[in-house]
């Protein structure tokens, strides 16, 4: 099993920031890859930003050059700075994870709980 457990939203007016913490932890051999994705009110949810084990960055268009995704490795721990926030980006902000276990099968459907993020003027 492997737990998220997100932190770090809140609510910012427009034009700030904010920094997202994912934490992963429980039984499993490696992380492949960690991500945020966000689901806004009445919309799907969608790609934020990817990262690798190899630092392989991917990053969702609404976002590329205001977001930035990193992690460390060591804590299992993903992070993102969401900078130049716009009411749009209100949503809630899911961290996901792609991990080998034990048994070397890889699984990629593992969700936090969500942190809510709103933007306001």
């Known amino acids: 099993q492997v737990r998220l457990v997100e932190s770090g939203g809140g609510l910012v007016q427009p034009g700030g920031s904010l920094r997202l913490s994912c934490a992963a932890s429980?039984?499993?051999?490696?992380?492949?890859?960690m991500g945020w994705y966000r689901q806004g009110s009445e919309q799907e949810r969608e790609l934020v930003a990817r990262?690798?084990?190899?630092?392989?960055?991917t990053y969702g268009d609404r976002v590329k050059g205001r977001f930035t995704i990193s992690r460390d490795g060591a804590k299992k721990t993903v992070y993102l700075q969401l900078n130049s926030l716009t009411p749009d980006d209100t949503a809630v902000y899911y961290c996901?994870?792609?991990?080998?276990?034990?048994?070397?099968?890889?699984?990629?459907?593992?969700w936090g709980q969500g942190t809510q993020v709103t933007v306001f003027s």
């Open positions: 996901n994870a792609d991990v080998t276990r034990f048994d070397h099968s890889r699984r990629s459907g593992y």
């Open positions: 990262i690798t084990s190899s630092d392989i960055t």
């Open positions: 429980g039984n499993f051999f490696s992380i492949n890859a």
